[in-house]
């Protein structure tokens, strides 16, 4: 299995915006002491606006502290997350609160998806009383060309790796909308901009529809993905694309 061509991931904008957030974080790292925002703005050449932005979602998320002069050291979240003892547990926690505040933000159940040896897994959600999960009434590893995730996940892998997939997952049709022919799968997977979020119009599921960002870390295939019930669906895009612009604390996470 194989990744797209590395062009495709460099137009996605969370990419971007977490590759500047690692070259602040790799600054305040290396001050030591603290560094102030002009400082960082000379380290990393980042534009004002950009630096003070992106500042602002790491003190949000706990990576960096700003101490009473102004300077900014590293925070809380990232030395549990950098620690030899917890670490791991850390950064479930982190991202499980990440998911916690995407979901009130979004107003919709949210998913961390991986594709890990061949297989698509939910390996975190946040859903509620007012943002249902969706009920998986088809195992999601077998269902990935029906559903927004699993999509998401295979539009990331090269053609091989996605023939590989169907090859081992029948199409079943699960609802009236689920596309079944591969080459018509193929083609609109070809096809999707890596910038706009994959949708599930009622083909997983009758009465649920998704959309889904994907979220690469490295050579790891990810995504994070929404649900809302169908008489939501005039939110489904404006979810969409509210959960596309705050991708990027979830992909800095996993990039950590």
């Keep these: 299995m194989a990744l797209k061509h590395e062009q495709d991931a460099s137009a996605y904008q969370p990419h971007r915006s977490v590759q500047h957030a690692l070259r602040v974080l790799e600054a305040v790292a290396h001050s030591g002491t603290g560094v102030t925002e002009t400082e960082l703005a000379r380290e990393t050449g980042l534009p004002?606006?950009?630096?003070?932005?992106?500042?602002?979602?790491?003190?949000?998320?706990g990576y960096v502290q700003q101490n009473a002069d102004g300077a900014?050291?590293?925070?809380?979240?990232?030395?549990?997350?950098?620690?030899?003892?917890?670490?791991?547990?850390?950064?479930?926690?982190?991202?499980?609160?990440?998911?916690?505040?995407?979901?009130?933000?979004?107003?919709?159940?949210?998913?961390?998806?991986?594709?890990?040896?061949?297989e698509v897994h939910i390996t975190q959600?946040?859903?509620?009383?007012?943002?249902?999960?969706v009920n998986e009434w088809v195992d999601f590893r077998v269902s990935a060309h029906a559903s927004a995730v699993g999509k998401s996940l295979l539009g990331q892998l090269d053609l091989n790796g996605r023939r590989d997939h169907l090859s081992r997952h029948?199409?079943?049709?699960?609802?009236?909308?689920?596309?079944?022919?591969?080459?018509v799968l193929l083609s609109r997977l070809a096809t999707q901009p890596a910038t706009v979020p994959v949708l599930d119009l009622q083909e997983y599921a009758v009465g649920t529809v998704c959309a889904a960002v994907p979220i690469t870390a490295g050579s790891a295939v990810g995504c994070l993905a929404?649900?809302?019930p169908v008489e939501h669906a005039h939110r489904l895009h404006d979810a969409a694309d509210r959960l596309n612009r705050s991708a990027a604390p979830v992909l800095l996470s996993l990039t950590i």
């Design 48 to 61: 004002a606006e950009q630096l003070t932005a992106l500042l602002r979602m790491l003190r949000r998320e």
């Design 72 to 118: 900014y050291v590293t925070g809380e979240t990232l030395s549990r997350i950098g620690s030899a003892e917890g670490g791991a547990a850390a950064l479930t926690a982190k991202l499980q609160d990440t998911l916690d505040e995407l979901r009130d933000t979004v107003g919709a159940a949210v998913y961390m998806s991986r594709y890990i040896d061949g």
């Design 125 to 133: 959600y946040a859903a509620g009383p007012e943002a249902p999960a």
């Design 170 to 183: 029948k199409m079943a049709r699960l609802t009236s909308r689920t596309i079944t022919n591969e080459k």
């Design 226 to 228: 929404l649900s809302l």
